[in-house]
T-cell receptor
């Protein structure tokens, strides 16, 4: 069974631009969560989608948004990029909304210059 | 406000010995705890978890202990192997949904 896949793996953007990251969960998984990892703040929860609905949201500004499609694939968008948005963005999926274990993808490394 | 804390940023252990990684939390609403291992340039890999109704869970070389009164959990790896060298994160969850709150990680190095 294929794991969680994230595209692209690496991305370089300029301050002020916007970016869209994509996540394909494990087949059959309906919950997708997004996390940001930075050296200073560690792993921080962005949001969770389950059955195309946002169910949980972390403490990030409105520039960070996401969505989930009917096939459970998810995208996250960051508008008006800032230097501080440079991070590893991780996507995790789980089978059901209440499943405990989440399985992570390899992440997208975003660099904002 | 760091609700999940891993106070040791690094730990060095000899191969074959026990590795003990510690984690403290402050939010009494957390009811499920997980440990993840992370190699550079990869996403975290799930290791083991424990519900707040238990005080111990074991899976092969990995055992997690939970002390609710002290708001403390630990991961024991016995015996430690060089391939265990990685960053270990503890994470906690409260109620419904899949929002995980992570600690800052402990870099484990298992030496020959």
């Amino acid at each position: 069974k294929a794991g969680v896949t994230q595209t692209p793996r690496y991305l370089i953007k300029t301050r002020g631009q916007q970016v869209t990251l994509s996540c394909s969960p494990i087949s059959g998984h309906r919950s997708v969560s997004w996390y940001q990892q930075t050296p200073g703040q560690g792993l921080q929860f962005l949001f969770e989608y389950f059955s195309e609905t946002q169910r949980n949201k972390g403490n990030f500004p409105g520039r960070f948004s996401g969505r989930q499609f009917s096939n459970s694939r998810s995208e996250m968008n960051v508008s008006t990029l800032e230097l501080g948005d440079s991070a590893l963005y991780l996507c995790a999926s789980s089978l059901q909304g209440e499943m405990r274990e989440q399985y992570f993808g390899p992440g997208t490394r975003l660099t904002v210059t | 406000d760091q609700q999940v804390k891993q106070n040791s940023p690094s730990l060095s252990v000899q191969e074959g010995r026990i590795s003990i990684l510690n984690c403290d939390y402050t939010n009494s609403m957390f009811d499920y705890f997980l440990w993840y291992k992370k190699y550079p340039a990869e996403g975290p890999t799930f290791l083991i978890s424990i519900s707040s109704i238990k005080d111990k869970n074991e899976d092969g070389r990995f055992t997690v202990f939970l002390n609710k009164s002290a708001k403390h959990l630990s991961l024991h790896i016995v015996p430690s192997q060089p391939g265990d060298s990685a960053v270990y994160f503890c994470a906690a969850k409260a109620g419904g949904g899949n929002k995980l709150t992570f600690g800052t990680g402990t870099q484990l190095k298992v030496e020959l």
